[in-house]
């Protein structure tokens, strides 16, 4: 049974460029949420996709958006890139009528921003 | 809304000694609490979580956490440390479930270092 997966591992990118990210959530799973931990940080809530709707969203602004696809894998997409988005991006999926809200998350992809 | 905070950013122990990991948690609804770990450059497992069933939950690798609704409290324990729990501890908190999945609220985190 596949776990959460997320793509790619790594990834470098200037200031002002635009990037998207990429979760396939373990098998069985219909919803996924993305989380941005920065260095020595707990994982902050971006947002939270189910049926291809974003259904919550954290403080973040609108360079950040998502996508979910009918297989429910979904994308994270950051525009416009700041020297402070550089953290690592986890990827947790659920089901959305799993009524102990436990989330499962993949190895995460870091980021960094020069 | 919720909140989470974890007490000691660093805890040390010695090896076969017992681990107490804090937690206080502030909610305005009957929280679900959850304890993640963090392995280094890898993603958060989870450890054992309190879903409003019994107050003493046990998790994996010899974990258990007490909820206190009291104290507002979720602490973390193993009676013996093994050299292998030396890792990153992230306690977190969710409303609970209502018409839907819902966001993890996380605290500061925990690094727990094991001495020989």
């Known amino acids: 049974d596949a776990g959460v997966t997320q793509s790619p591992t790594h990834l470098i990118k200037t200031r002002g460029q635009q990037v998207t990210l990429r979760c396939s959530p373990k098998?069985?799973?219909?919803?996924v949420s993305w989380y941005q931990q920065a260095l020595g940080q707990g994982p902050q809530f971006i947002f939270q996709?189910?049926?291809?709707?974003?259904?919550q969203r954290g403080n973040f602004p609108d360079r950040f958006s998502g996508h979910q696809f009918p297989n429910y894998s979904s994308e994270l997409n950051v525009n416009a890139l700041l020297l402070g988005d550089s953290a690592l991006y986890l990827c947790a999926s659920s089901l959305f009528r799993g009524r102990s809200n436990e989330q499962f998350f993949g190895p995460g992809t870091r980021l960094t921003v020069l | 809304a919720q909140s989470v905070t974890q007490l000691g950013s660093h805890v040390s122990v010695s090896e076969g000694a017992l681990v107490l990991l804090r937690c206080n948690y502030s909610s305005s609804v009957p929280p679900y609490l959850f304890w993640y770990v963090q392995y280094p450059n890898q993603g958060l497992q989870l450890l054992l979580k309190?879903?409003?069933?019994?107050?003493l939950v046990k998790g994996i690798n010899g974990f258990e956490a007490e909820f206190k609704k009291s104290e507002t409290s979720f602490h973390l324990t193993k009676p013996s440390a093994h050299m292998s729990d030396a890792a990153e501890y992230f306690c977190a908190v969710s409303a609970p479930y209502i018409q839907g999945a819902q966001k993890l609220v996380f605290g500061q985190g925990t690094r727990l270092t094991i001495n020989p």
């Open positions: 996709y189910y049926e291809e709707e974003e259904r």
């Open positions: 098998s069985g799973h219909d919803t």
């Open positions: 309190y879903t409003s069933a019994a107050t």
